[in-house]
């Protein structure tokens, strides 16, 4: 599949939080979620990259984070500490005390299985049965949610949940929550299931190109199991080429963090690197820096052939 373990964390651990609270938290206080480990990338004689992507923290205009797991499995490469968003494990449905299963959707006739957080953080973690709203909005429609974003309480239909919620209105939209089952997961045309926060969050997100960054908003291009998609951008005011970071989507739209080994002069254990094509002139930004392929080769999906990412080879 693709190659990634040049990433530092991202999507068979991502952990979603609203911007605010991401934007707000990345110290491993308040109750949020630890950030994970998640393998670089290896490169094998061909000078593709190999290995699967392990661990994501996403975050945009909305409160509550989230760990997802987008189809994809990883092994992690030394730890990321200190930030209240990320859970890299995957598998599952979450915490144990769970009380509902959110792909069976087996709550009572009026209410849903719902995402939320159990500790008073800002990661949904847990899995609750909640009230359906008595005029509920359907998937792409406008949504509220009740508190915040983790309070598993929302005005979306059985079939999915408010997502993108911006912190000052509590506003946001429905995103459809994945059928089918963990290994055998479906979505509608032109997204993709992504498994986050250790199964807690199913969502079927929209499919983009990272060379294009054509998500809408100022949401960033990720990669998941055999596509990539759109992700909250949990970046603030850093994620610019050379920046430390701690998970995948803590880097600007167009960049992704990479192990600390792949970026000229990083200073933390990851660093943002840009996205490239291997089809054009080398244009990385570091001096040691070269376009390596995201896939190895005749595994790339259709359409995403020329996706690489600069990196240093090892």
Not at 135 to 164: L, Q, R
Not at 210 to 225: T, V
Not at 239 to 264: K, Q, R, T
């Amino acid at each position: 599949m693709h190659s990634n373990k040049l990433l530092m964390a991202i999507f068979s651990g991502l952990l979603v939080v609203p911007a605010a609270l991401v934007l707000g938290g990345c110290s491993g206080e308040g109750g949020g979620e630890t950030a994970g480990d998640t393998e670089g990338m290896d490169t094998d004689d061909s000078g593709s990259t190999t290995g699967d992507m392990s661990g994501t923290s996403t975050s945009g205009a909305s409160d509550g984070s989230t760990s997802t797991s987008t189809s994809t499995t990883g092994e992690t490469t030394g730890d990321t500490e200190g930030c209240s968003f990320l859970e890299c494990t995957t598998g599952g449905t979450g915490d144990s005390g769970a009380e509902c299963d959110n792909w069976a959707q087996d709550c009572p006739d009026g209410e849903k299985c719902m995402p939320f957080a159990n500790d008073g953080g800002n990661a949904w973690n847990s899995l609750k049965c909640s009230d359906i709203d008595a005029a509920p909005s359907n998937p792409g429609d406008a949504c509220t949610v009740e508190g915040n974003g983790v309070s598993g309480v929302d005005s979306c239909d059985s079939k999915s949940m408010c997502w993108d919620v911006n912190p000052e209105t509590n506003e946001g939209v429905c995103v459809a929550f994945c059928e089918g089952t963990p290994e055998n997961p479906s979505c509608g045309a032109g997204t993709a299931c992504a498994i986050l926060n250790d199964g807690v969050l199913i969502l079927c997100l929209t499919e983009c190109d990272p060379l294009l960054q054509d998500c809408p908003g100022d949401d960033a291009c990720l990669p998941s199991e055999e596509s990539f998609i759109c992700i909250l951008d949990a970046s603030g005011d850093n994620g610019a080429y050379g920046e430390p970071c701690e998970y995948s989507n803590a880097c600007d739209p167009g960049l992704v963090c990479l192990n600390s080994a792949y970026v000229e002069d990083c200073p933390a254990s990851g660093c943002c690197s840009p996205w490239c094509d291997v089809s054009e002139p080398n244009s990385c930004p570091g001096a040691t820096q070269e376009c390596l392929a995201w896939y190895e080769p005749g595994t790339a999906p259709p359409g995403y052939e020329n996706v690489g990412v600069c990196a240093i080879p090892q």
